[in-house]
């Protein structure tokens, strides 16, 4: 595969922004499912980001195992109030953070996707205005010519009419 990477499965991409949660929650379903039949150990999310005037970077972005160091406080503080037993919380939690990273990777593939395809429309556009200029130019310039050799038509009939 390409990037050294071993794709396990793909599934279908958001097509607009408002479909990227749920593909997210897709994703985030599917790989619950297979944490809890202990399938997989390591996850990573791929996608693309748009820079501009640059080619598509690809990124990749690590669910499994959750890079614990992120959520170390800066300082000590007091917990926050929860009706929910610790494993509980934290296991909602690192369900939420894994769909969050998803919908992320999936809106930066989305808008690379969008910001490609709007490039590709503007060089087609200026490429159609580029071949529209060298059509009126072309169309003006036998214009030109026809007029030219209409007037050295007549100029040459005159010149014949006034040999007789």
């Given at each position: 595969s390409q990037r050294g990477l071993v794709?396990?499965?793909?599934?279908?991409?958001?097509?607009?922004?408002?479909?990227?949660?749920?593909?997210?929650?897709?994703?985030?379903?599917?790989?619950?499912?297979?944490i809890e039949a202990q399938t997989v150990d390591e996850a990573v999310a791929v996608a693309a980001r748009h820079a501009p005037g640059a080619p598509l970077l690809v990124e990749s972005h690590p669910?499994?195992?959750?890079?614990?160091?992120?959520?170390?406080?800066a300082e000590e503080r007091a917990p926050p109030l929860s009706n929910l037993p610790a494993p509980a919380l934290l296991d909602a939690l690192a369900g939420e953070h894994v769909v969050?990273?998803?919908?992320?990777a999936a809106m930066?593939?989305?808008?690379a996707e969008s910001a490609t395809r709007l490039q590709a429309m503007e060089a087609a556009h200026q490429n159609?205005?580029?071949r529209l200029g060298d059509l009126v130019a072309l169309e003006r310039r036998l214009r030109q010519d026809e007029?030219?050799?209409?007037?050295?038509?007549?100029?040459?009939?005159l010149d014949a009419l006034d040999e007789r």
């Open positions: 794709i396990d499965r793909a599934l279908p991409m958001a097509t607009h922004p408002d479909g990227v949660f749920e593909t997210a929650r897709r994703v985030a379903r599917e790989l619950a499912r297979r669910l499994l195992p959750p890079e614990l160091e992120r959520f170390r406080a969050a990273r998803l919908a992320r930066e593939s989305l808008a159609t205005e580029r007029a030219s050799g209409e007037l050295s038509d007549l100029v040459n009939g």
